[in-house]
């Protein structure tokens, strides 16, 4: 509730003041601002003859609003803020650490690649199966992706040829963030088989040199020997070696053949 006793010392200012000794004028309706006894500043208008209390509008500037406890001075008037529950907008810091080169990734492929099926340029896909730590920071996080393409895929020869297959991997991919990396070429091939070719053409050779003795003598047998060995031959031609499989979850390693710098934010 706004006090009275501002009101009922301005009705007389400004009965005062519509009489004063300086012989001012004061015109019903004007605007006046006066200093009370205690202090206080108020604003209102000269009163109409017929107005009973004196003023038809009164401000006390020192004078608080009704429920909202004591005034306060301009200077400590509340300014416009914003809760953020102790939050700030402030951006993340990082780290640069560098992966050296040589270092190896321990890496679970997910593309199936096979030395008769694959192509130059067919994608690779696999991603880290351990996370790599420098100097005791985790560096590159376990289940990172990592992209790249086959360079080489031969199928398995007859005779002398066996199954290679080659690739490698240039993107590395760490939650949203791309990195460009160089890695050292990864390259498997088919064991040998000239162990087993040699003994295909033995076998058809001493065969061929018993089948042409019971034939015709010694000159059958030297006959029997060069169609054994002949078909020996052709047995191996027409018999491919094996061929280089990797299946999608095969562990394989990969080493970096070129540093790597990673983002890594700051603790």
Do not use: W
């Not at 730590?133 to 790249?148: A, H």
Request: charged share 20%.
């Amino acid at each position: 509730m706004r006090k009275t006793a501002p009101i009922l010392t301005l009705v007389a200012a400004v009965a005062s003041a519509c009489g004063g000794a300086d012989g001012t004028d004061m015109q019903p309706g004007a605007e006046v601002t006066i200093e009370t006894a205690d202090g206080s500043i108020v604003t209102g208008r000269v009163a109409q003859p017929d107005d009973p209390v004196g003023l038809a509008a009164v401000t006390n500037r020192n004078e608080p609003e009704e429920g909202t406890g004591t005034a306060a001075p301009p200077s400590a008037l509340p300014r416009e803020t914003v809760d953020s529950g102790g939050a700030t907008d402030t951006e993340p810091t990082y780290d640069e650490v560098i992966v050296p080169a040589g270092t190896t990734l321990s890496v679970r492929l997910e593309t199936a690649l096979a030395s008769n099926v694959s192509r130059v340029e067919d994608p690779v896909r696999g991603h880290l199966s351990d996370t790599v730590t420098i100097d005791g920071t985790p560096v590159l996080p376990k289940g990172s992706v990592l992209q790249g393409s086959v360079t080489g895929a031969e199928a398995s020869g007859k005779v002398k040829g066996k199954a290679n297959l080659s690739f490698r991997f240039d993107r590395l991919d760490i939650d949203d963030t791309r990195y460009d990396i160089h890695s050292e070429l990864i390259r498997h091939q088919a064991e040998a088989t000239k162990g087993d070719d040699a003994k295909k053409i033995g076998i058809g050779a001493g065969a061929g040199a018993v089948i042409g003795g019971l034939l015709g003598g010694k000159k059958g047998a030297g006959t029997g020997a060069i169609v054994g060995g002949g078909a020996g031959t052709a047995m191996v031609l027409t018999t491919a070696g094996d061929e280089v499989q990797l299946q999608a979850g095969t562990q394989i390693r990969v080493d970096l053949a070129q540093p790597l710098v990673i983002l890594v934010p700051r603790r």
